[in-house]
Nanobody, 127 residues
Framework: QVQLVESGGGLVQAGGSLRLSCAAS????????MGWFRQAPGKEREFVSA????????NYADAVKGRFTISRDNAKNTIYLQMNSLKPEDTAVYYC????????????????????WGQGTQVTVSS
């Protein structure tokens, strides 16, 4: 089992920045590929970013590429999502997810590919 707790969400003006954190406990965090997803009202949950166990491989949705940066600190059992140049369309509940994997360089972009989910943190970007 992996327990995930997101934090760092809030209300920000367009063009601003936020840094989300996801703290993990339980099963060995360093064995998990991790991801960030988001869900806006009335829409399906969508992929935002993913990172491998080692942190050496990352992937981003086209909508956030160049603005968001995913990272992890295995010593702190935490992943981060630095969000810059925020837009109103980034407004959503942001979730982190974990998937135990064998490969150090594997990352997962599918919602169905993850085993554990956090409760989410709200990000609201005003225009």
């Amino acid at each position: 089992q992996v327990q995930l707790v997101e934090s760092g969400g809030g209300l920000v003006q367009a063009g601003g920045s936020l840094r989300l954190s996801c703290a993990a406990s339980g099963r060995t965090f360093s064995n998990c590929a991790m991801g960030w997803f988001r869900q806006a009202p009335g829409k399906e949950r969508e992929f935002v970013s993913a990172i491998s166990r080692s942190g050496g491989s990352t992937n981003y949705a086209d909508a956030v590429k160049g603005r968001f940066t995913i990272s992890r600190d295995n010593a702190k059992n935490t992943i981060y999502l630095q969000m810059n140049s925020l837009k109103p369309e980034d407004t959503a509940v942001y979730y982190c997810a974990a998937r135990p994997v064998l490969s150090r360089n594997y990352y997962e972009t599918r919602t169905s590919g993850y085993d554990y989910w956090g409760q989410g943190t709200q990000v609201t970007v005003s225009s």
